[in-house]
Nanobody
Framework: QVHVVESGGGSVQAGGSLRLSCAAS????????MGWFRQDPGKERDGVAV????????VHADSVKGRFTISQDNAKNTLFLQMNSLKPEDTAMYYC?????????????????????WGQGTQVFVSS
């Protein structure tokens, strides 16, 4: 079982930057899908960026390509989401999630249904 805790959300003006962190604990030794999702009230949870831990294979949503970057510090079991050029439409609750172990050559889905461990979320608010 993997446990995740997010941090780093906050308020920023449009054009600004934030970096979200996700500290993972538990059974983090195997390569698995982990990623960042966001959700507005009353809407579905959307996959922003996902990757295979220890290998890369990052996948970013079209809406954030070129602005957001997912990365990890393997030694510290921490996942990051660097968010640059933020827009008001990026305002949402952001969640870190962990999924199943991925076989060699596998890639991760951005579908929230594929992830079974979730953090409590961290709010990002971007003002215009």
């Amino acid at each position: 079982q993997v446990h995740v805790v997010e941090s780093g959300g906050g308020s920023v003006q449009a054009g600004g930057s934030l970096r979200l962190s996700c500290a993972a604990s538990g059974r983090t030794g195997s390569s698995r899908c982990m990623g960042w999702f966001r959700q507005d009230p009353g809407k579905e949870r959307d996959g922003v960026a996902v990757m295979v831990t220890g290998r890369g294979s990052a996948v970013h949503a079209d809406s954030v390509k070129g602005r957001f970057t997912i990365s990890q510090d393997n030694a510290k079991n921490t996942l990051f989401l660097q968010m640059n050029s933020l827009k008001p439409e990026d305002t949402a609750m952001y969640y870190c999630a962990a999924g199943n172990v991925v076989p060699m050559g596998g890639v991760c889905s951005r579908s929230a249904r594929e992830y079974n461990t979730w953090g409590q979320g961290t709010q990002v608010f971007v003002s215009s």
